[in-house]
């Protein structure tokens, strides 16, 4: 189910329920959500004809949630903490657009008639809110590819004991296997240190378990190098000492900002015209969870993650970490 809409760009975007010259009719169609935010698609009302008018944007919406900030604050947190850190042509684009006539009230009315995640049923817009984000629409058309991965920490945690056997990320995924956990990073069963490694060979390794497309693994061994070796060198020097000797509240706000570059997604698209690569998912994280970062490291310092020298019980010679092979 969508909702029929009008988009004016004149003076600045925006999105109404009624119709004011020279707005254009078009639709929202829900695409996918996260745990803080809705995407929908902007579509031409005209048999979903393209209408040049229109931008070529999707449009994400926050979730009346605690934890999720409204547009105007995400876009100005985006714009001091990450849109200066990489190349223009990297980054997915921002920009604001004003919702009119209550427009999330009449978005909540069609969710229930929406195939959602089933975990995710009871989340539903805030009605108060009068601004959405478009972002850049890389959804692949029917002779596209779109490769979306989760280069997460390219460097080693700075509270890593010495010596250690394991990654931070790799740390993790051992720990989380001890539980029968496995997210969809863990299942590539690849070092993400391997990804920026100097030999090119591991790189080649690393990405053949990222993506069957040959055009895309190329990319990410010697194309995609820049720019993942920017985000490595940004994830080190705003998190030096780590959350664990993070003492001030500049330091906190670093780590945060690290963390964010360590749960971005890389999207890769591949189309006729070579392959387009944008950094997304740079939405600030928030200071209370620098409590549960310190969690999250104690227990893999404790638990011996890191040194590959866990509890019997869950004991596995480490065969996937750049690190065990040093």
């Not at 449009?59 to 223009?88: I, T």
């Not at 959405?132 to 700075?158: F, H, Y």
């Not at 240190?193 to 993506?211: K, P």
């Amino acid at each position: 189910m969508s909702l029929a809409v009008y988009y004016n760009s004149d003076p600045a975007p925006r999105l109404s329920l009624q119709q004011s010259l020279p707005g254009v009719p078009c639709r929202l169609d829900y695409l996918n959500e996260g745990g803080a935010n809705f995407v929908f698609r902007i579509v031409s009302s005209a048999d979903d004809a393209v209408d040049e008018r229109l931008p070529n944007k999707l449009l994400r919406l926050r979730k009346a949630l605690p934890h999720a900030h409204s547009a105007a604050d995400q876009l100005q947190a985006y714009d001091a903490n990450f849109k200066h850190l990489f190349p223009h042509e990297h980054l997915i684009e921002h920009e604001l657009v004003q919702l009119e006539g209550h427009l999330p009230r009449w978005l909540n009315q069609t969710l229930p008639y929406i195939d959602r995640p089933s975990h995710r049923q009871g989340d539903r817009l805030p009605t108060e809110e009068t601004h959405g984000m478009l972002v850049t629409d890389l959804t692949p058309r029917a002779d596209e590819t779109l490769l979306q991965i989760k280069p997460k920490w390219l460097a080693q945690s700075p509270n890593a004991p010495r010596g250690a056997k394991r990654c931070r990320t790799c740390a993790l995924r051992a720990q989380r296997a001890s539980k029968d956990i496995r997210t969809a990073t863990d299942q590539q069963e690849s070092c993400p240190l391997d990804l920026v490694s100097c030999d090119a060979s591991r790189r080649h390794e690393t990405v053949s378990g990222i993506s069957a497309d040959a055009e895309l693994r190329s990319y990410l061994v010697e194309d995609a190098q820049p720019l993942l070796r920017i985000l490595r060198d940004q994830q080190v020097s705003l998190d030096p000492r780590g959350v664990l000797h993070a003492d001030t509240e500049e330091d906190v706000l670093n780590v945060c900002r690290a963390m964010t570059l360590r749960d971005c997604t890389l999207f890769l698209r591949r189309s006729s015209e070579g392959i387009e690569a944008r950094l997304g998912d740079l939405d600030l994280k928030q200071p209370a969870k620098a409590d549960r970062w310190r969690e999250v490291e104690n227990g893999l310092i404790e638990g011996g993650w890191y040194a590959n020298d866990e509890a019997d019980a869950y004991h596995m010679p480490e065969k996937i970490c750049a690190l065990s092979r040093v």
